[in-house]
């Protein structure tokens, strides 16, 4: 195989496990949003990116689906006085607000420009109302830092950097099996070996977050929903360590 013929297979293997990664870690939060809190999607602007948003009102299907950018006012994430109505009628009429809105998925955009004010009221957000879930698209560059009070409460963090736009037509997602895992959700038990083998993960992982084990215990509990199982098995510990882990590791283990 000449160097440029390897080259491109790696990039293939690369796309191919981040476009299966970002629809799996998508897929698990629809099924289990009040527990899985929320992801960030590292895409910028084209076809791939689009059509992955354009999926997400059908994924979460349910829920109100709502698009927040940078340069929102307190008003309009917690309501206010809406001045032109309070005018025409007389009395004070009130906005109720993007985040007071019930069962909601919020499409934050831009989010790599959000402020650090606004990024605390997000924060808030997500620990105080877990009938929101939120999807930040980070469009920044590569090395450009994320707000890790966001990251930390987020279950993921995925990307489809590098990805070719003519793969666009295989980001799908299976709504049928995912519409039958929330249904068998609840049925499966989080074990306490589940729990235990988690949070020494984490640990050996170098990752102090307490949310993030409570995170991954969800998480494999949506994966074994998911593969149509009723109980956590080692598979599911094994993917969910990918996904929740991977981004938040700070040491590699010197065991297996």
Known sequence: MTPEAASQTAINQFTDSAISKTIKALSLLSIDPANLRGAVLKSRSGPIRESLLSLLPKLFLGSKFQKIYPSVTDAQLFGGIDFAHTF??????????LLNTGNATI???????????LIGKY?????????????ASDEGLEDEPFAEALLDRFAFSVTTEGTHFTRKKEITFDYQRIAAARHSLHMIPITEVTINTFTLLATK?????????????YDARAAAAFSGNMQIRDEHILEVAQLVFSHR????????
């Open 107 to 117: 499409l934050l955009s831009m989010a790599n420009f959000i402020e650090l004010n």
């Open 249 to 256: 590791a700070t040491v590699i283990p010197q065991e297996d």
């Open 123 to 135: 924060a808030s957000a997500i620990d105080n109302k877990p009938n929101l879930c939120f999807i």
């Open 88 to 97: 025409n009628t007389g009395k004070p009429v009130k906005t109720k607000g």
């Open 205 to 217: 992982l170098g990752i102090g977050s307490l949310r993030s084990p409570i995170l991954a215990c």
